[in-house]
Structures are given as C-alpha cells and as structure tokens.
C-alpha cells in the first residue's frame, strides 16, 4: 500500500504513532523504533504494510521512501510540510476518505518538480475547496452580502469581503478571478505571498 505521511507523535522512547494518508483510509499506526529512522517524517510518500492484530492498532511495516528529486531543495520541501499539516489538521477526525486527497498530494508531489511550491500548492487548495464544495464565486461580501468592489479582502478558507467589512490581505477582484479559475500563473509575486499567508491560518 501506498501513503503520505500526514502526522508522527512520539511515544515511549523511540516509538511513533504515525498518520497515512492512502487512497482509501487515513490510518493512524503503530511504528516500533519509528523515531530512529529518517523515513517516518512529515511529507514522505512511503510504501508499507499494515500488521493487525484483534487487540491493539495497526503496525506500520517495512516502510520503504518513495522519494522525488524535489525533496532535496529544502524550500520546496518545507512548503510542502506546511501544507501537509494543514491538511492533517483539516481531516483530523476522518478515517474514510475519497481518494480526492490522495490524488491531490499525487499531483502536487508531480507538480512540484517543475514549478513554484507556493504556487503548486495554491493550486492544489482552490481543488480541495472545490472538492469540497467551498469555492468561491466572488458573487458578494461575505458580511454584509453587497457586491464586491475592485479591491477585495481574503481571509481563511478563502472567503472574500469589502476590505471594510473584514480584515485580511487586500487583492484586486480580476486577480481572485485568475486565482479562483486556478489561472495561478497570472498572479504576481507578492500576491502568491499574501494568499500563502492567508492559507496558513488554515483550510
Ligand atoms: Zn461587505
């Protein structure tokens, strides 16, 4: 079976409870020694097995790290870890998934190799809220409900309002246009920056 990583917790001494996100299942799993080995980390794309018995959880065994050129550029890679434990934290309480998420990591974990991690992993977000049917259609402010103006304010989740009405990052309303219809690569620098800041308050 394959999976990412999504959480480790240490136990005991040199003991994990570790997170796998699979196509199917989010399992949470036992893995002796877990904590000596560099495989078992935030991020990683592992092959493995599950060893159950009646009693206790699953064990995680003979993972093997199933690794792309992109995680030896550091950048890339911590990008890459926000995002995970974002994700981690958004499916907290989920043990049965659609292989939407799966996929989801597949693609980025592709993507990464050839383009900006932050941009890779804006287009990955607009996917998950359309998945999960939270797109936003720039139709109103989310507080007071009127039109939105020129200058539009994002915040979490990435709901929009009138700068007036919430706090967040200003962007202009054709920019949200490009970053909703996942046009990423219009957008300019300091706008990928904002939105990627905006995104790490949360899913
Ligand atoms: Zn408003």
């Known amino acids: 079976m394959q999976g990412y990583i999504l959480h480790t917790q240490k136990v005991r001494e040199e003991d994990l409870l570790v997170k796998v996100l699979s196509p199917k ?28 018995d009646l009693r206790e959880i699953g064990k995680l065994r003979d993972p093997i790290h199933l690794g792309f050129a992109w995680e030896k550029e550091m950048q890339k890679r911590y990008f890459w870890q926000q995002f995970l434990k974002l994700l981690h934290t958004h499916l907290k309480d989920i043990s049965t998934l659609e292989d939407f998420y799966f996929n989801l990591l597949e693609e980025g974990s592709m ?68 970053l909703f219809n996942l046009q990423i690569e219009l957008l300019e620098d300091d706008e990928v920056d904002k939105l990627w800041n905006v995104l790490m308050l949360g899913l």
Not at 25 to 48: C, E, M, P, V, W
Not at 117 to 132: D, G
């Open 25 to 52: 299942q989010l399992y949470t799993l036992y893995r002796f020694y877990g904590a000596r080995h560099s495989i078992i980390h935030l991020g990683n794309k592992i092959d493995f097995y599950i060893e159950k």
């Open 111 to 178: 993507r990464l190799l050839k383009e900006n991690p932050k941009r890779t992993i804006l287009n990955l977000y607009i996917k998950l809220l359309n998945f999960e049917g939270r797109n936003n259609s720039l139709q109103s402010c989310l507080i007071c409900e009127g039109i939105l103006n020129e200058e539009v304010c994002i915040t979490r989740g990435f709901v929009c309002a009138h700068p007036h009405c919430l706090k967040g990052e200003i962007l202009t309303f054709s920019h949200l246009e490009n």
